[in-house]
């Protein structure tokens, strides 16, 4: 099912152009037109699903094997040594495009730190306490 308000329906579908790498009867993977590298490419599924927790089981189980493709063929052609799979979920975690994808962003010796954080600390306790209340949820 697509969703006709939805542009990144519109473009995994050809209705709006763009930059395309790969196509099959899925997914469309595209250019990022605002790139945090260069070759920054996002896999877009022709179905609509908000985020991956609505993702069909199907689609989901290609997308790995579909960025670890596409990220080995930049690495080939781009000369990039490295690549992040960045797939980002809700507002509050940087989703912009309420309609799955999965970022692959090329990465470059000396290149710009991105897709990083400064790590934290916690308690044991802490962690014991956090992963229960996760698992009550499971
Ligand atoms: P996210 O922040 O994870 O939702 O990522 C949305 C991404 O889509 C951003 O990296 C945007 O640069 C990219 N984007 C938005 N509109 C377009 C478009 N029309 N064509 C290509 N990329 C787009
Ligand atoms: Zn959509």
């Not at 490419?41 to 089981?57: M, N, R, S, T, Y």
Request: with cysteine.
């Amino acid at each position: 099912m697509t969703d006709d308000n939805c542009i990144f329906c519109k473009i995994a579908n050809g209705v709006i152009p763009s930059t395309t790498l790969y196509e099959d009867e899925q997914f469309r993977v595209i250019l990022d037109l605002g790139p945090a590298s260069r070759g920054h490419a996002l896999i877009l599924p022709k179905q609509h699903f908000a985020d991956v927790c609505d993702l069909d089981g199907e689609i989901a189980a290609k997308v790995l094997p579909l960025g670890a493709k596409i990220g080995a063929a930049m690495k080939k052609s781009l000369e990039c040594s490295g690549f992040n799979l960045v797939q980002n979920n809700g507002e509050s975690a940087g989703q912009t495009v309420f309609h799955f994808h999965m970022h692959i962003i090329p990465r470059y010796e000396n290149g710009p730190s991105i897709v990083s954080w400064t790590p934290g600390t916690a308690s044991p306790e802490e962690l014991a306490q956090i992963a229960e209340k996760i698992k009550s949820s499971l």
